[in-house]
């Protein structure tokens, strides 16, 4: 009974990481809200592009690891060992993607004027916050 909790609680997990990596912010909506300058408007696209690149890799990699899941789970005698150190690597390996978005976001918040500042941290709380960084903490970028 127990193993089976644990397999249930690993699939919702599985699941729920892969759906909110791909659940998408609209950044289309973001960029109306901060009236974007024309010679802000590159900056603001780089780290959009950077942050999509990051969302989708976390999004492909949380689906493998769910089919990788469901495969161990088809085992006479599942290993859920050799699922577990795949699982500590997932955000590891994206790291660098990341630490690139934070790095382009910065950029722009260097370019912004206080409103828009206040705006784009507000965004990146409610919607990156609760992906990047520990619950009750902000990312070093926001």
Known sequence: MRLFRLVAALLVLAASMAASAASMPSF???????????EQKEQFDMAVGATKRALLAVAASALDMKQRLAE?????????????????????????????AGQEWKKLFAQLDDKQARILKDFLRDNLGRVLAPSGSDPEWI
């Not at 289309?28 to 024309?38: G, S, T």
Request: glycine share 2%; net charge neutral; aromatic share 12%.
């Open 28 to 38: 289309d909506d973001l960029e109306k809200r901060l009236n974007i300058r024309p």
């Open 72 to 100: 161990e789970l088809m085992k006479p005698r599942p290993d859920f060992s050799h699922f577990f150190q795949g699982a500590d690597k997932l955000f590891e390996q994206h790291r660098p993607l990341f630490k690139e």
